[in-house]
């Protein structure tokens, strides 16, 4: 059987040290061995056993309910004042055979597997790799559970990919603590696992895109994710290229992203009539404090998988260039750690000199995350036609209402069809500023009051936007989710779930992150004619 440690705290953190935020009971559930369970489904099976038993003795407590895995997330979504579960132990991977598969399905069962809520992107890769598979894209590293990411939309940065939610194919949810109270979700228009492998997982099989695109970004509101199933493909290779290039030509390719008519080419990423070819990845890397007329970008082009590559890791461990977090961070140990002085040193430094090129594997290039400090790290969904004058905007604030220790990225990443994905625009340009945490003074707005002022700003310039689930931010600012995904979006989302939970469960599952956001009252208008378990089963 499946066991589960209790822990008694009075304070949960962040990996970035973005709490502490009040807790009672910290659960940690870990699998029956395989000597004694040797099959992985049974044990599968027997840990969403010890969660619906968590689950009922958390309501039987008058108490809420919430599961975390890496802790990644720079806010509060994942914490609850009452009790949390902690995944990491739960990562039971199963690759789906074709015998599985629905008779209408479009997927090759060879690029679909199932994988337990906290297994690492990290992990996964690992398994996917041992099958000749690849992720199709990642967020900057690999540490963040698999269920956190698609939880909070995890995006990384591939023009054509989108995010990590947009290769799920299905998810097994528990939202209650009876045996019924297993679901598994899939689109009815995309149908991936048939009803007989399903129900080894699940009592109930709901094929339904609309609550399927409502729980993809969940926000943990929508149950425990137990499992999700998703769609790899074939291994592939990236070529990385970081070079550094006139400010003007940076912005004019995120406002375009017409790489092929750029006077910016690279010769090897080039077609034989001279055009430029499209990048797998686009990324700027941007000092608003320094006067230099050029910015640093990222490029990587995709390539067919070989294995006679030169090893990326010497040049991948000392790259500054990886994640945004790391450049600061690595700047900044160069400085004594006075915020004044060192934004002082910023205003004067120049990235360093770069002409890197590597090629590795997606698991390759996007590795171990180096930096686990204190940190802070807001990012701004915008589209990206508007991201130059978005960068300038908020760039115009940060030196002068600033400063602050951090400095900023664009990201390129393709339209979800989650709900409330944050990716929502045709292509969204990720808009981030990133750094370490620091305290208010005379002299420096505090966290709180900055991820206002870049609210603010953006709304006074009608520009829209949305905001990273798991980042730095005013989430309790008036009509914030309204105003980023409409009255519709919302409403729907919210009618989703209150189709699929009990009014009970939607408030065990609910926390402050959901209150401030205006998302955990179901507040469904009396007038609306509501959405219910018969509407969820849509035919194929």
């Known amino acids: 059987m499946a066991t589960t440690k209790t822990h008694t705290l009075k304070k949960w953190d962040t990996l970035h040290n973005n709490g502490p935020f009040d807790i009672k009971k910290?659960?940690?559930?870990?699998?029956?061995?395989?000597?004694?369970?040797?099959?992985k489904l049974d044990r599968y099976n027997d840990a969403a056993k010890e969660i619906r038993r968590l689950i009922k003795e958390s309501h039987d407590a008058n108490h809420g309910f919430r599961a975390y895995g890496s802790a990644w997330s720079m806010n509060n979504i994942a914490?609850?004042?009452?009790?949390?579960?902690?995944n990491g132990f739960m990562n039971i991977h199963i690759p789906i055979e074709p015998k599985n598969c629905h008779p209408d399905t479009d997927f090759d069962a060879s690029n679909l597997f199932l994988f337990e809520c906290g297994t690492t992107i990290k992990r996964v890769s690992e398994v996917l790799s041992a099958h000749g598979k690849s992720l199709k894209t990642t967020g900057a590293s690999n540490g963040q559970t698999l269920a956190g990411c698609i939880s909070t939309?995890?995006?990384?940065?591939?023009?054509?990919?989108?995010?990590?939610?947009d290769y799920v194919v299905g998810l097994n949810l528990i939202i209650g603590s009876n045996p019924e109270d297993i679901v598994y979700l899939e689109r009815h228009t995309k149908p991936a696992l048939n009803n007989a492998f399903a129900e080894n997982i699940s009592k109930r099989v709901i094929r339904?895109?609309?609550?399927?695109?409502?729980?993809?970004?969940?926000?943990?509101?929508f149950g425990f994710i137990h499992g999700i199933v998703i769609e790899a493909e074939p291994r592939f290779l990236l070529k990385r290229y970081v070079k550094k290039i006139d400010k003007?030509?940076?912005l004019e390719l995120a406002e375009t992203l017409d790489f092929k008519n750029s006077t910016f080419k690279i010769p090897e990423e080039t077609t034989d009539d001279g055009l430029g070819n499209t990048p797998y990845h686009y990324k700027v890397f941007i000092n608003q404090y320094s006067k230099e007329d050029k910015y640093v970008v990222e490029l990587m082009y995709k390539k067919p998988y070989q294995t006679n590559y030169k090893d990326p890791f010497p040049i991948i461990k000392q790259s500054l260039y990886r994640d945004l977090i790391y450049l600061f961070t690595k700047m900044a140990e160069n400085f004594p750690k006075s915020i004044p002085w060192l934004v002082k040193r910023l205003r004067k430094s120049i990235l360093p000199k770069v002409d890197e090129e590597l090629t590795g594997t997606l698991p390759e290039i996007f590795w171990d995350a180096p930096y686990q400090g204190p940190a802070f790290a807001c990012s701004f969904g915008v589209n990206h036609t508007d991201s130059p004058k978005a960068l300038k905007l908020l760039a115009d604030l940060?030196?002068?209402e600033g400063p602050i220790p951090g400095i900023f990225a664009m990201r390129f990443v393709k339209q979800t069809k989650a709900t409330l994905g944050f990716t929502k625009f045709p292509v969204t340009c990720m808009l981030e500023i990133d750094g370490v945490l620091w305290k208010k003074t005379k002299k420096i707005i505090s966290l709180t009051e900055y991820s206002k002022r870049m609210i603010e700003v953006l709304k006074e310039n009608n520009i829209p936007f949305t905001i990273h689930w798991g980042k730095s931010n005013d989430w309790a600012f008036p009509n914030l989710v309204k105003h980023m995904y409409g009255n519709e979006a919302v409403k729907t989302w919210k009618q989703y779930r209150h189709a699929l939970l009990s009014e009970e469960m939607a408030q065990l599952f609910s926390n402050t992150f959901l209150e401030n956001a205006d998302l955990a009252e179901l507040n469904i208008d009396p007038t609306e004619t509501p959405i219910t378990g018969d509407d969820l089963i849509a035919s194929l």
């Open 26 to 39: 910290l659960y940690a559930t870990e699998l029956e061995g395989d000597g004694n369970m040797p099959k």
């Open 79 to 86: 914490s609850h004042k009452d009790r949390m579960h902690y």
């Open 153 to 165: 939309g995890v995006h990384g940065s591939a023009l054509h990919v989108g995010s990590v939610q």
């Open 208 to 221: 339904n895109d609309g609550l399927f695109n409502a729980a993809l970004v969940g926000l943990g509101a």
């Open 248 to 250: 003007g030509l940076a």
């Open 398 to 400: 940060t030196n002068n």
